[in-house]
C-alpha cells in the first residue's frame, strides 16, 4: 500500500528543455512536500519544498507545484543541464508523526 | 563541515551475525532516522529519533535495533542479520521535524551484502 507514487521510473530529456517529475499521494493530512536529489554513492540531498498551505514555491531553475484536490506534486526543472542527471524522490511529512515517507524516485536523463 | 557519517560504507557478512552501523552528525540536530533503499521500493524509513532516548519505529523496523544514547550518534543494529536484510542504508539528521522547514540531511550510505 503505497502511500507515495512516483509512476515513470525513468525520464530523458534534451538540455535546455523542461523536465517535469511527478508524484501522488493519497493521504490529505500531509503537511510538508519535498523533493530530494540522488547522485550515485551519495546520499540524497534536499532540492525544494513546500508546505500543504501553498500551491507553488520557486528556487532558481526548480518550481514545485502542489495540486491539493488531485494530491499531485510536480517537480519543474527550466532549463534542464546535463548536471541534474541524477534520480529524483519526492518524500512527504506529517508534522504530527514526525515520519516521512519517500517514492520510489525517477531517474532523469538530461541529453546533451 | 556540516555532515552525517556513517560507517562502515561497505559491509559484507553471513547470516546471524551481529552488526552494527553507526551514524554520527555534527550539526546538533535533535532529529535523526534511518532509511533503507531497495530497487523498486525506494527509501523506507525503519527508525527515528526526535531526541535523546526517544525513538519510534518507521515503516519497516522489523530486525532492526537502535538507540541514542548520545545527540550525535544513532546507530543501527541488526542482531541476527538475514539475506532479506541486504540493502543499502542511509542515515539521516535534521533539526527537530521541521518538515521543509529543515530537510534532512544525508549520510553518504552503508551498503550491506549479508550471505
Known amino acids: 500500500d503505497q502511500q507515495v507514487k512516483q509512476n515513470s521510473p525513468s525520464l530523458s530529456v534534451q538540455e535546455g528543455r523542461i523536465s517535469i517529475l511527478n508524484c501522488d499521494y493519497t493521504?490529505?493530512?500531509?503537511?510538508?512536500f519535498l523533493w530530494y536529489k540522488k547522485y550515485p554513492a551519495e546520499g540524497p540531498t534536499f532540492l525544494i519544498s513546500i508546505s500543504s498551505i501553498k500551491d507553488k514555491n520557486e528556487d532558481g531553475r526548480f518550481t514545485v507545484f502542489l495540486n491539493k484536490s488531485a494530491k499531485h506534486l510536480s517537480l519543474h526543472i527550466v532549463p534542464s543541464q546535463p548536471g541534474d542527471s541524477a534520480v529524483y524522490f519526492c518524500?512527504?511529512?506529517?508534522?504530527?508523526?514526525?515520519?516521512?515517507?519517500f517514492g520510489t524516485g525517477t531517474r532523469l536523463k538530461v541529453l546533451a | 563541515e556540516a555532515q552525517v557519517t556513517q560507517n562502515p560504507r561497505y559491509l559484507i557478512t553471513v547470516t546471524g551475525k551481529k552488526l552494527t552501523v553507526t551514524c554520527s552528525q555534527n550539526?546538533?540536530?535533535?532529529?535523526m532516522s534511518w532509511y533503507r533503499q531497495d530497487p523498486g521500493l525506494g527509501l523506507r524509513q525503519i527508525y527515528y529519533?526526535?531526541?535523546?532516548?526517544?525513538?519510534d519505529k518507521g515503516d519497516v523496523p522489523e530486525g532492526y535495533k537502535v538507540s541514542r544514547k548520545e545527540k550525535r550518534n544513532f546507530p543501527l543494529i541488526l542482531e541476527s542479520p538475514s539475506p532479506n536484510q541486504t540493502s543499502l542504508y542511509f542515515c539521516?539528521?535534521?533539526?527537530?521535524?521541521?518538515?521543509?522547514?529543515?530537510?534532512?540531511?544525508f549520510g553518504d550510505g552503508t551498503r550491506l551484502s549479508i550471505l
Open positions: 550539526m546538533n540536530h535533535e532529529y
Open positions: 518524500a512527504v511529512y506529517t508534522s504530527g508523526t514526525y515520519k516521512y515517507i
Open positions: 539521516a539528521s535534521s533539526y527537530r521535524g521541521q518538515g521543509d522547514k529543515q530537510p534532512q540531511h
Open positions: 493521504n490529505s493530512m500531509f503537511d510538508y
Open positions: 529519533s526526535m531526541n535523546v532516548e526517544v525513538t
